[in-house]
């Protein structure tokens, strides 16, 4: 190897020009780079992968050994946004340059997690994580709504076991990228889509799962907003169980995976229609009882002395009537002589004080012409002519004037008057 500057008579061999690449490129050492793993392959525990940068069109290939991926405490795979530290190494017989990866980190990952609590505290603050605001699901929906990536497995499960469960059921489906910084648009303008629809009446989301970053979308405001608006019930079925994203928060139901939100959405119609026989055995059953009870009941009453002979009702009333007729008689008479005997008497007493009564002893009433009763000698002077009442009819009469006590007015026999 020659340090003197190759010229056209004296240039230098390749081994020397590779050589004096690898010893630059070793002086450079090891550097932490950023980007976008868009290569992930795994062969005999060693790595061979891609990193892009995130803004420019620039790719570097990287390799890393299965020593350094052991000691890895987290999990990559294609698509993470990650930093690298590496060492570029020339290989002098090949002449290709490549990247051995001694450390790896997902980038930002501390303050994307502060920044997501930060987002689930505001949200939990305005009450949209409340249990009250959780809808429940229509029983069996028409039509339902589903949120998904095209061609996706999810999309593949929801299907199959919606149409297993109830092959009548329908759906709109609308197609979103469920991984990237396109998924919040995308997926929130899908939520509002469907929700428009009245014919849909609930709403899937669904995505198989994947790592914390590639859920970020469904943590973002645009899409947990979009849901808690919604007048649409939501269910989420992100599918994955730890770091949760904010959409499982805020769905009216949380389904584990998009297999489970077919099955909690949609009722399965075997086990309907048994349930239906099962109700209609047992309806059927109680109603046979109560008939065979209240029938059992009406027998025995129809049995019972009163109702098998009515006859004695009337017998009954006809004997207490009787009784009521006779002792109304025997009021009636005994009243009629109480009162005829009271008669009698107050006819007895009516005669003893009348004047006839008088008469008959002997007394007669003597009158003047004008009809007033002569009381004594002054009443009836000489000459004037009387009317005398007597028990049996009157007579008239001429007075001849007072008369001394004990004389004799006229002979028996002489006439006084003429009778009338």
Do not use: C
């Not at 420019?56 to 690298?84: C, N, P, Y």
């Not at 009381?375 to 007579?395: F, N, S």
């Amino acid at each position: 190897m020659t340090d003197a500057a190759p010229t056209r008579d004296a240039p230098w061999p390749v081994a020397t020009l590779s050589g004096k690449l690898k010893d630059w490129i070793d002086r450079l050492g090891m550097v932490w780079v950023e980007g976008e793993i868009t290569q992930w392959g795994v062969s005999g525990g060693n790595v061979y992968g891609k990193l892009k940068d995130l803004e420019a069109d620039a790719t570097i290939s990287f390799t890393m050994w299965s020593s350094v991926r052991a000691k890895l405490s987290e999990q990559f795979k294609q698509g993470d946004h990650a930093v690298l530290l590496v060492k570029p190494s020339w290989w002098v017989k090949g002449g290709s340059l490549s990247m051995q990866v001694y450390d790896m980190k997902h980038v930002g990952l501390g303050d994307l997690l502060e920044r997501l609590e930060k987002l689930r505290r505001q949200l939990a603050a305005e009450g949209l994580f409340e249990p009250s605001r959780k809808r429940a699901l229509p029983f069996l929906p028409g039509v339902v709504g589903l949120i998904t990536g095209r061609d996706s497995d999810a999309e593949k499960d929801v299907l199959r076991n919606a149409r297993l469960r109830w092959p009548a059921v329908e759906f709109r489906i609308e197609y979103a990228t469920v991984q990237g910084d396109r998924t919040p648009v995308e997926v929130a303008r899908a939520i509002r889509h469907l929700d428009t629809d009245p014919s849909v009446e609930v709403i899937i989301v669904a995505r198989g799962g994947g790592d914390f970053q590639n859920l970020l979308g469904f943590s973002d405001e645009r899409v947990v907003r979009a849901a808690a608006e919604a007048t649409t019930p939501i269910v989420s079925a992100i599918g994955h169980e730890a770091d949760r994203p904010l959409l499982d928060d805020v769905a009216d139901l949380r389904a584990s995976t998009p297999t489970d939100a077919a099955k909690r959405v949609i009722p399965d119609v075997t086990e309907e229609l048994a349930r239906v026989d099962s109700v209609r055995a047992r309806l059927g059953m109680r109603l046979a009882s109560i008939l065979t009870r209240e029938r059992d009941r009406i027998g025995h009453l129809r049995m019972r002395p009163v109702l098998a002979d009515g006859a004695w009702i009337v017998d009954r009333r006809a004997e207490e009537l009787t009784r009521w007729v006779a002792r109304g008689s025997e009021l009636v008479e005994r009243q009629v002589e109480r009162q005829t005997s009271r008669i009698g008497e107050l006819r007895g007493h009516l005669r003893a004080l009348s004047p006839q009564a008088t008469l008959d002893r002997g007394y007669a009433i003597v009158q003047g012409s004008d009809g007033h009763v002569v009381r004594g000698p002054l009443g009836a002077p000489e000459g004037a002519d009387l009317v005398v009442t007597l028990a049996e009819g009157t007579i008239g009469a001429r007075s001849m004037g007072a008369v001394a006590a004990g004389s004799t007015p006229h002979a028996p026999d002489e006439p006084v008057g003429d009778a009338e």
